[in-house]
């Protein structure tokens, strides 16, 4: 069967690479997927992730061989690849790609007969870029923080410029870390990609610019103008970093057309666009279609995430991101994350109950709401909200008492509702009040999971057609991006997915549940504060 006009979405997350196709109807035609460390062992990667204590990486070539293979997998479908209209997509935010003075002849002579990773080994200053698990960079947030405000005001006053005080994670201090630390690496770089724009600069065969919702993860850019800060940059980088990370463009923005090496090698169209590609975060709101204040996301993947649109950017210092909108440069999302998301999980499930969620499901059942006043604190990798460095489990009796141990379904219990209620507890701070919350990303197809959030957050739960909203979301801004770029103008995104499936409400709250939770949340929010 041949189907027209279709739209094709990417997303490459922390553990593999993803492919949705849908029609104009936004139908899902084809979805397709490479796990990194299945399918791509040779990188030795963990959950996609090279992780040398805090500093942690992932093979820039690792995701060059994964474009090639996604490619061949749609290539053998029954779609066929030139009725592909534009191409878009979402990564893991933050992370960056290092390339040197090769890179741009490389991407424009690509020869067909040749894989991608054959041609593009050499065109890295640094084979492993820094991705979003690293927590290496404190001294280097603390001075960029100094820089723009000084010692009492400066995290303030970047908030209010980039949309975040300065964090370990976001770019701008990692490039610090590196133009620092290894500035002949840095002399050698022409470009600094972030790995969303590292994915379209392949499928172009050129640089392709940072979008302004993914750019806004960076402590490098002003949220409200889409440019650089010269001053932050100058403390990042020196003079040269403008140059390197070239000039931030609304995610609607065309990055080119496809180069001739798909067009060759796997039947794409010559003037099929590619659409600039934003984080997974902005790919997942976009997925969701979600443009009122009070449906709020919460995306559990590697990391848990939560957030929501918001037409006016009012960042604090305290806690949580201020993102440019992926759907309207005019607007913003805003987000929170925790670290510990589903790998924190499935270590639980693995130590407790035998690695089968069906076994944790039925443990969970034995134990009531609230675990007998039991708390627990999973912190398997330093966490971003709360900041907490030490790494390990911290498990409390019901009189607030450190204990060593619970029975498994207590440990089951406690490590999804101490989840949730910090979600709760920190994502009221960034002002987040949902009427409704739609759950996504991978987890988000555990019925007890998403019931649990509706008694912890006493709202109900829905989910959306597929819980892969970022490569959605990808899809749908390639065909946003597509219709923008035909009638010359901004066009509203809503116009575009009104014919988007919506989500439905999977688990109500228990009311009784719920009121448990709200009474342990005062001293939930103690005992995580000791932490800190
Ligand atoms: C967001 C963040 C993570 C990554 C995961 O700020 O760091 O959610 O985007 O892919």
Redo the contacts with the bound molecule.
């Keep these: 069967m041949k189907y027209t006009k279709n739209y094709l979405g990417l997303d490459l997350?922390?553990q593999g690479l993803k492919a949705v196709v849908i029609d104009s109807d936004l139908q899902i035609i084809f979805e397709t997927s490479v796990n990194f460390d299945k399918e791509l062992s040779e990188f030795g990667t963990e959950g996609g992730a090279l992780i040398d204590g805090e500093t942690v990486t992932a093979p820039s070539l690792m995701f060059v061989k994964a474009l090639d293979m996604v490619m061949e997998k749609l290539s053998e479908s029954a779609l066929n690849l030139s009725d592909i209209k534009s191409v878009s997509g979402s990564a893991?935010?933050?992370g960056s790609v290092w390339l040197n003075e090769k890179a741009k002849d490389k991407l424009a002579t690509l020869d067909p007969d040749k894989t991608l990773a054959e041609q593009l080994e050499s065109i890295f200053s640094m084979n492993n870029g820094p991705i979003?698990m690293d927590s290496s960079t404190r001294d280097y947030c603390l001075a960029l923080e100094f820089v723009i405000g000084g010692a009492k005001d400066g995290a303030k006053k970047l908030a209010k410029i980039t949309g975040s005080r300065a964090f370990e994670?976001f770019t701008g201090s990692q490039i610090a870390k590196y133009f620092y630390t290894t500035p002949e690496v840095y002399a050698q770089t022409e470009r600094i990609s972030l790995i969303s724009s590292f994915m379209p600069s392949l499928l172009i065969g050129d640089f392709a610019e940072i979008d302004f919702s993914d750019g806004s993860?960076m402590n490098l850019m002003d949220i409200n103008s889409g440019q650089w800060n010269d001053k932050a940059l100058n403390y990042a980088g020196g003079e040269s970093l403008k140059q390197k990370l070239g000039t931030p463009k609304a995610s609607h923005e065309v990055a080119g057309n496809i180069s001739s090496y798909f067009v060759e090698k796997y039947g794409f169209d010559k003037n099929c666009k590619i659409i600039l590609f934003s984080?997974?975060?902005p790919n997942s709101l976009a997925g969701l279609a979600v443009t009122g204040p009070n449906d709020v996301i919460v995306s559990m993947?590697?990391?848990d995430?939560i957030f929501g649109s918001t037409p006016k950017a009012s960042p604090s210092e305290k806690s949580g991101?201020v993102f440019v909108s992926p759907m309207n440069p005019k607007e913003f999302m805003v987000?929170l994350?925790r670290q510990n998301g589903s790998l924190t999980r499935e270590k639980v499930r693995d130590q407790w109950a035998d690695g089968s969620w069906e076994t944790f499901t039925e443990m969970l059942n034995k134990t009531p709401a609230g675990n007998n006043g039991n708390v627990g604190i999973y912190i398997y990798t330093p966490e971003?909200t709360p900041p907490i460095k030490n790494t390990g489990v911290f498990r409390f009796d019901k009189f607030g008492n450190e204990v060593e141990s619970f029975s498994a379904e207590e440990e089951v219990r406690a490590v999804y509702e101490s989840q949730f209620m910090s979600l709760r507890l920190h994502s009221k701070k960034i002002g987040l009040n949902p009427d409704m919350i739609i759950a996504t990303g991978g987890a988000s197809v555990d019925k007890a999971l998403t019931q649990m959030i509706a008694d912890v957050f006493g709202k109900p739960v829905a989910v959306g057609e597929t819980p892969d909203s970022a490569a959605m979301g990808a899809a749908y801004r390639a065909l946003h991006g597509y219709v923008c770029d035909q009638a010359g103008k901004y066009i509203p995104y809503t116009d575009v997915t009104s014919k988007a499936v919506q989500p439905v409400v999977v688990s109500e709250p228990n009311k009784k549940n719920h009121s448990i939770y709200s009474k342990l949340l005062g001293k939930f929010k103690k005992l995580e504060k000791t932490l800190s």
Aim: hydrophobic share 20%; aromatic share 6%.
């Design positions: 997350s922390t893991q935010q933050h979003w994670r993860g984080g997974d975060n993947g590697t990391s995430t991101h987000m994350v971003i």
